[in-house]
């Protein structure tokens, strides 16, 4: 037999061994087939082959119209769809947990804006006495959010490019056509880095609006 290569699901072919099936049923010892694979001819489409794998598989067992198959086959196009089911499910499940560490890491940001407006109000008072006004104070805070959800992206892309790295030589092992390679996709990264600063912008308003509101006299006696 000539060289087949690595499947589909990355099986080597080339090291497969082919016995008898009732040789084979003996030496496993098992009584039934778990499965059958099929090749289709050239010319027949899977539509075709599965209604005919269908009709046979329902005479051998002996099925009539009224009970259901109690067998499965899987064709091309199911396979197909149920990847496509699977990256969807995982797709939503990524959705979900960037949504979480948005809303974990948001909260984080503005605690850390709060704590900072209640620790400097003799500063923003002193400011305020100075001639700065409420749009200065409001833009001071604004820009220390940005800085911090942007410092945050920088060391989260440093972070990931490093596990993109580190990771396969880890925990991939065996030949290189079964390992999954990992990369850091930098436009993947720029947009996160994007959505990061945006959410710190806005979840650095109302911090800002509450330094702005700081009575400069009030703050000086506090």
Same mark, same amino acid.
């Given at each position: 037999?000539?060289?087949?290569? $690595?499947?589909?699901?990355?099986?080597?072919?080339?090291?497969?061994?082919?016995?008898?099936?009732?040789?084979?049923?003996?030496?496993?010892?098992?009584?039934?087939?778990?499965?059958?694979?099929? #090749?289709?001819?050239?010319? #027949?489409?899977?539509?075709?082959?599965?209604?005919?794998?269908?009709?046979?598989?329902?005479?051998?067992?002996?099925?009539?119209?009224?009970?259901?198959?109690?067998?499965?086959?899987?064709? /091309?196009?199911?396979?197909?769809?149920?990847?496509?089911? /699977?990256?969807?499910?995982?797709?939503?499940?990524?959705? #979900?947990?960037?949504?979480?560490?948005?809303?974990?890491?948001? @909260?984080?940001?503005?605690?850390?804006?709060?704590?900072?407006?209640?620790?400097?109000?003799?500063?923003? /008072?002193?400011?305020?006495?100075?001639?700065?006004?409420r749009r200065d104070v409001s833009t001071e805070f604004m820009a220390e959010a940005l800085l911090l959800v942007f410092a945050g992206a920088v060391v989260g892309t440093a972070l990931g490019g490093l596990a993109a790295v580190v990771l396969p030589g880890l925990?991939?092992?065996?030949?290189?056509?079964?390992?999954? $390679?990992?990369?850091?996709?930098?436009?993947?990264?720029?947009?996160?880095?994007?959505?990061?600063?945006?959410?710190?912008?806005?979840?650095?308003?109302?911090?800002?609006?509450? @330094?702005?509101? #700081?009575?400069?006299?009030?703050?000086?006696?506090?």
């Amino acid at each position: 037999m000539r060289r087949a290569g $690595p499947d589909a699901q990355g099986n080597d072919r080339d090291s497969v061994v082919y016995i008898p099936l009732r040789a084979g049923m003996r030496m496993l010892r098992v009584e039934g087939l778990r499965g059958i694979g099929f #090749v289709p001819m050239s010319g #027949v489409s899977d539509d075709v082959l599965v209604e005919r794998i269908t009709k046979l598989l329902r005479e051998r067992h002996g099925l009539d119209v009224s009970r259901r198959n109690d067998f499965e086959i899987e064709s /091309g196009e199911s396979a197909a769809k149920q990847y496509r089911d /699977g990256m969807r499910r995982h797709l939503v499940r990524g959705i #979900v947990m960037a949504g979480i560490a948005a809303a974990v890491g948001g @909260a984080v940001v503005t605690n850390v804006l709060l704590m900072a407006v209640g620790r400097r109000r003799a500063e923003i /008072g002193l400011k305020r006495s100075l001639g700065a006004t409420r749009r200065d104070v409001s833009t001071e805070f604004m820009a220390e959010a940005l800085l911090l959800v942007f410092a945050g992206a920088v060391v989260g892309t440093a972070l990931g490019g490093l596990a993109a790295v580190v990771l396969p030589g880890l925990f991939m092992t065996g030949p290189a056509w079964s390992q999954l $390679p990992m990369s850091l996709s930098w436009r993947a990264a720029v947009g996160a880095s994007l959505l990061a600063m945006t959410l710190g912008l806005l979840l650095g308003v109302s911090p800002a609006r509450r @330094a702005a509101a #700081v009575a400069p006299v009030r703050a000086l006696k506090g």
